[in-house]
């Protein structure tokens, strides 16, 4: 059986773990933005990339929470 490889350098586990929150930024911002197309709610250009492009995880997850109850998404900001 394998294991996965530990990296050992401290530059080495800086990258790696920017590496995975970039992944979770990604993937959250994909969930928002399929919630407001799966509700039917429009998403403008501008709107779909402000969420995209945002790094803070947790802002990303208060707009999963807001995706599943606002009429636009418009609202996701307010």
Do not use: H, N
Not at 37 to 54: H, K, L, Y
């Amino acid at each position: 059986m394998t294991t996965g490889y530990e990296y050992q350098s401290d530059f080495a586990r800086k990258y790696v773990d920017e590496g995975r929150a970039e992944g979770r930024a990604s993937e959250a911002a994909r969930i928002v933005l399929t919630v407001l197309d799966a509700r039917g709610i429009s998403v403008s250009d501008e709107i779909r990339t402000r969420v995209s492009r945002c790094a803070d995880v947790d802002q990303l997850e208060t707009w999963v929470r807001r995706a599943v109850s606002v009429g636009t998404a418009d609202e996701l900001f307010d």
